[in-house]
C-alpha cells in the first residue's frame, strides 16, 4: 500500500473513531454503559492519528481534515441518532470549514511540490 494511501486509510479510522466516541457519550448520559465507547473511541481515535503523522503527514493537514470531517460527520449523526436540528447556518458553516481545510490540504500539496522542484 502506498505511503498515502495508509495515512488516509488511518486518517479516516481516526475519523470515524472520534466521531463515534463524540456520538457515544451523547448516548452515555442514558446508558452509561457507552463511557466504555467512549473512552475506546478517543483513545483510539488518537492512536490512530499519531500513526497518520508517523506517515509523513504534515499535522496542519492530518488535524485540519481530522477536525473538520468529525464535526461535520458528529453533526450529522447527532441529526440521525438524537434528533438534533441541523439547521441551513449550521450547514454553511460546516461547508466554510471543510473549505478551509480544503485550502489548507492544497496549500500543503502545492509547498510540498514546490520543495521537491528546488
Do not use: D
Not at 13 to 18: D, F, K, M, R, S
Not at 96 to 103: D, K, N, T
Request: aromatic letters at 6%; one cysteine or more.
Amino acid at each position: 500500500m502506498k505511503k498515502t494511501a495508509k495515512a488516509w486509510l488511518l486518517l479516516s479510522a481516526a475519523i470515524l473513531a472520534e466521531v463515534t466516541a463524540s456520538l457515544a457519550l451523547k448516548g452515555a448520559l442514558e446508558h452509561a454503559g457507552l463511557y466504555a465507547v467512549v473512552a475506546a473511541g478517543y483513545l483510539g481515535s488518537f492512536v490512530l492519528l499519531a500513526g497518520v503523522l508517523r506517515t509523513g503527514m504534515a499535522l496542519g493537514v492530518a488535524y485540519g481534515v481530522w477536525g473538520a470531517s468529525g464535526v461535520a460527520l458528529t453533526a450529522i449523526g447527532s441529526l440521525v441518532f438524537f434528533g438534533e436540528p441541523l439547521t441551513l447556518l449550521m450547514g454553511i458553516g460546516i461547508a466554510v470549514v471543510i473549505a478551509g481545510v480544503l485550502c489548507v490540504e492544497l496549500g500543503s500539496q502545492a509547498a510540498h511540490e514546490k520543495a521537491e522542484t528546488s
